[in-house]
């Protein structure tokens, strides 16, 4: 299968975790699987954050990005990428790391405000626009590094920076760079591996394993599905319309969550 592979910065935070994840990354590679890794660093950067005394602003688990909080991003994410593409190496993967605008990958403009819903002071639910700051909109993927990569028998892990035309490197959205590089490599899953083995809903205490996309759609809009977990489903949804088989969500703090995940034993499988 080519498997695109979207790691949490929530799962890589820990040694342990992280080279769990490269032996079963690895097994996948073995088996002959096409597999792209695409990375965040989120709670990594908001730790860093709070410790420079930067404020951490979020909507709709989505970051504002101002000038100092891009700066440590452009820190963080390089030392997840190289912790990870160290711990790759180890596990007999030749693997090699990089950002999302390296040698064209991705191109992207910087995105303007855009409409999300806030708790106004009279405790209401409200839809108000945000200017998410130095955050970029992907404008082309140019998939052929990563298939030249590929024919190379090379792992790719790509951190979550894009750039602009005239050079200006920007914040991007970890899940939706993986979304955009699924459908330009018609990849036939989307993984998501985060900290929670699967979606939860408010009306059930355990993992759902399996929604359709108007499934998602109704619980989106009850508000069943929340916070954090929002902007991932929006991207399963995108992804889903531009012919992505399966968006899945597995455990990535599980044994063998991944590799149970790709097996369909765990996590949440979302479907046209």
């Not at 180890?90 to 999302?100: D, E, H, K, Y």
């Not at 750039?163 to 018609?186: E, Y």
Request: proline share 4%; net charge positive.
């Amino acid at each position: 299968m080519n498997l695109v592979i979207k790691l949490s910065g929530k799962v890589l935070e820990q040694e342990s975790f992280r080279r769990s994840l490269c032996r079963q990354i690895t097994a996948l590679v073995r088996a002959s699987h096409q597999v792209l890794l695409i990375h965040g660093g989120g709670k990594q950067l908001s730790s860093l954050c709070r410790r420079l005394g930067i404020p951490v602003v979020q909507h709709e688990g989505r970051r504002v990005t101002d000038e100092p909080t891009l700066n440590a991003a452009k820190m963080v994410f390089s030392a997840v990428n190289r912790e990870l593409v160290a711990a790759l190496n180890s596990c007999g993967v030749r693997a090699i790391g990089f950002a999302g605008f390296d040698a064209g990958l991705v191109r992207c403009r910087r995105r303007g405000p855009i409409p999300v819903r806030t708790t106004g002071s009279n405790g209401d639910s409200e839809k108000r626009l945000v200017d998410f700051g130095l955050v970029g909109e992907i404008e082309s993927v140019d998939p052929q590094l990563i298939q030249d990569l590929w024919a190379a028998n090379l792992l790719p892990v790509v951190s979550c920076l894009c750039a602009t035309d005239d050079g200006s490197i920007l914040n991007i959205n970890a899940d939706t760079l993986a979304a955009r590089l699924a459908t330009a490599l018609r990849a036939d899953r989307l993984v998501s591996v985060t900290d929670v083995e699967g979606l939860y809903l408010d009306d059930y205490r355990v993992t759902v394993p399996r929604l359709t996309a108007d499934e998602v759609r109704v619980h989106l809009r009850s508000g069943a599905i929340s916070d954090g977990m929002v902007p991932k489903m929006q991207t399963a949804l995108e992804a889903l319309e531009q012919q992505i088989p399966i968006f899945q969500i597995v455990g990535g703090l599980a044994p063998n969550g991944l590799i149970r995940g790709i097996e369909g034993r765990a996590g949440t499988r979302i479907v046209p």
